[in-house]
């Protein structure tokens, strides 16, 4: 079997897949960084290939978040994988373009644009930050 027959079959195989949705709420911020990467990490390697992150609560994303989901959306792209953000304010849409890529990034306004089955995903440690005063 050709590569590009294993990368088709696998992108029919995860197309199949239900969306996992992980909802952020608040600020993604360097100190909130580790356990989102661990949680969306543990997710990907549980073989979750369909990805998407709610950001319609989210007010805040810092650089090294973006450097670290546009990674992880390269790796989803490079085993057939997808990864979507949500409501992603404009602003936020602008610093993916200018400091990383949406090469492998998909934007929609709600999850009802998301194709398939949707699995929210609970959490042992709930991504709720406490607001900043």
């Known amino acids: ?9 696998s ?3 995860t197309q199949t897949q239900p969306w996992s ?3 952020l709420r608040n ?4 100190a909130a960084l580790s356990e989102v990467s661990m949680e969306l990490g543990d997710l990907m390697a549980a073989g979750h290939h369909r990805l998407a992150l709610d950001l319609k609560n989210n007010r805040f994303i810092c ?3 973006i450097y670290y989901l546009v990674g992880l959306a390269e790796a989803l792209a490079a085993i057939g994988g997808e990864f979507v953000l949500i409501a992603c304010a404009e ?3 602008r610093h993916f373009e200018i400091y990383g890529s949406l090469k492998h990034i998909r934007v929609v306004r709600s999850e ?6 949707i699995n929210r995903v609970s959490r042992s440690v709930p991504l709720d930050l406490q607001e900043l005063p």
């Open 1 to 9: 079997m050709s590569n590009s027959n294993a990368v088709n079959y």
């Open 11 to 13: 992108q029919e195989k």
């Open 21 to 23: 949705l992980v909802p």
């Open 27 to 30: 600020r993604l911020d360097a």
């Open 63 to 65: 650089l090294q978040a």
């Open 91 to 93: 602003k936020t849409k």
């Open 112 to 117: 009802s644009e998301l194709s398939g089955e």
